[in-house]
């Protein structure tokens, strides 16, 4: 009983700090373009063409190698 009591607090202590964090309106989790979709050749579930997302990699690659 005792290690369901300690379990059950510990994902209480997980919701709250979730909870925290949405209402200090930080960024939600967000997926990627790649992943298995990529390797099956399917189309971005998130914006829907996948050439899009890797122009778009490529471009905040070239943003992070300038340095800003």
């Known amino acids: 009983m005792t290690y369901f009591i300690i379990t059950f607090a510990v994902l209480v202590l997980f919701l709250i700090f979730m ?3 949405v209402l200090l309106g930080k960024d939600p989790i967000k997926g990627s373009c790649g992943g298995l979709g990529k390797i099956m050749g399917s189309k971005c579930d998130i914006c829907g063409d996948r050439d899009k997302c890797e122009k778009r990699l490529k471009d905040l690659a070239a ?5 800003g």
Request: proline share 0%; hydrophobic share 40%; no cysteine.
């Open 19 to 21: 909870s925290i964090g």
């Open 63 to 67: 943003q992070a190698a300038k340095g």
